[in-house]
Every structure is written in structure tokens, then in C-alpha cells.
């Protein structure tokens, strides 16, 4: 595809659930970032990659949330035990050339916890 | 700390009028600044960065390090600016991007 790709684009969870949510970045994209975007605020850093090296989980809130990218191109983002304050929107960015400072967005994951 | 504030959550001008959306930021070093930008229905997308001192869709930002600020101007707003803006700023170890939180600009006719 043209840019990155994200599923589910919608996602519904019962409170203690844990959810998996898929990136698909621009091929050859080499940065790999996840962000997560609560309503109306600003998207918040979550973890990047570098290949399939991730270089800073800083900003992962607890350690409910796990990333990976085994092998350099998808990458998922997992939560286990979800909690309803983990209800937002997920981004996923990638980019060629991690010293531009652009970043191609999905269309996120939006996430609602019951 | 890398924090990027914008003070106003909307602004709405009229067609033709001049617009300014606000982005001060707080970080110690040499910072990069960016503006990123949100159309309804599309995803986000990179408008322009202080580096290039490019010109995008008749926007421009100038880096102010006095006034810690980045603020976003176009003379004479458009229907089709109408969207979500935010600041960004990346700065110090890593390559993450810090966002404000957004401003919505209306453009009414």
C-alpha cells in the first residue's frame, strides 16, 4: 500500500482484556513510532523503533504495554489487561530518515475499554 | 523537559483575514520545531519545519528562541485551511516528536 496501515481501525475491549493492535509501515521505512492520541489532546510518545531495535519504550505508560517489531517491518502493540483509561486513539508512524523529524502517519486504532 | 504549549484550543477567522496559531515551547538546547496538520477525515501529515524556512500553502514559521515560540501565520486564511494544527518539537536524545495539544482553525465565509 501507498502509506502505513493500521488494524482494527476500531476496537471495542472489556475491561481485563488484553488487545494487539497492528502497524504496516511505508515499505523501507526504516523509524517505526507509536504514539497514543486521549481525546482531545496531542498525540503522546509512546515507544520507537530502529529496525527491529527498539531504541526508547520511555514513554510506555506501565508495563501493561508491550511493543515489538521482530522483524524490522510490522509491528504490534500490545496491551494486556486493559483498563479504561487506556481508551484513546493508537498511531502509528514510520518514517526513511529518522534525523527529518517526518513522520507518515496510519490512520490509528481507536481503542475503547468498557 | 520538552513541553510544546498551544494556548488556544480554536481560533475562527473569516475568510481573508490573517491568521496566527500560537506554539511556545520549554526545552534547554537546539530544538526543531515542526507544524503538523490534520484535515477532517484525513490522517496526519507534516506541513512544514523550521529548518527548510519554506513557504507551505502560504503558511510560514519563524523560530523565535528569545520568546521560546514558533507561531504559525498566513496572511489571508482559506476555506481549505480549515483543520487541526499542532506544534511539535523534537530536541535531545531520540527521535520523538513532543506535540502540543492542537488548535481547530476555523475559516468561515
Known amino acids: 500500500g501507498a502509506g502505513v496501515s493500521q488494524s482494527p481501525r476500531y476496537k471495542v475491549a472489556k475491561r481485563g482484556q488484553d488487545v494487539a493492535l497492528r502497524c504496516d509501515p511505508i515499505?523501507?521505512?526504516?523509524?517505526l513510532f507509536w504514539y497514543q492520541q486521549a481525546l482531545g489532546q496531542g498525540p503522546e510518545f509512546l515507544t520507537y523503533f530502529q529496525n527491529e531495535a527498539q531504541l526508547d519504550k520511555s514513554g510506555l505508560p506501565s508495563d501493561r504495554f508491550f511493543a515489538e517489531r521482530p522483524e524490522g517491518s510490522v509491528s504490534t502493540l500490545k496491551i494486556q489487561r486493559t483498563q479504561q483509561e487506556d481508551s484513546a486513539v493508537y498511531l502509528c508512524a514510520s518514517s526513511p530518515d529518522p534525523n527529518t523529524g517526518e513522520l507518515f502517519f496510519g490512520e490509528g486504532s481507536r481503542l475503547t475499554v468498557l | 523537559a520538552q513541553r510544546v504549549t498551544q494556548p488556544e484550543k480554536l481560533l475562527s477567522v473569516f475568510k481573508g483575514a490573517p491568521v496566527e496559531l500560537k506554539c511556545n515551547y520549554s526545552?534547554?538546547?537546539?530544538?526543531?520545531l515542526f507544524w503538523y496538520v490534520q484535515y477532517s477525515r484525513q490522517r496526519l501529515q507534516l506541513l512544514l519545519r523550521?529548518?527548510s524556512r519554506e513557504s507551505i500553502k502560504g503558511f510560514t514559521a519563524d523560530l523565535n528562541k528569545g520568546e521560546t515560540s514558533f507561531h504559525l501565520k498566513k496572511p489571508f486564511a482559506q476555506e481549505e485551511d480549515s483543520a487541526m494544527y499542532y506544534c511539535?518539537?523534537?530536541?535531545?536524545?531520540?527521535?520523538?516528536?513532543?506535540f502540543g495539544a492542537g488548535t481547530i482553525l476555523r475559516v468561515k465565509s
Open positions: 511539535a518539537l523534537r530536541g535531545g536524545y531520540g527521535n520523538k516528536l513532543v
Open positions: 515499505s523501507g521505512h526504516v523509524s
Open positions: 523550521h529548518i
Open positions: 526545552y534547554s538546547g537546539s530544538p526543531e
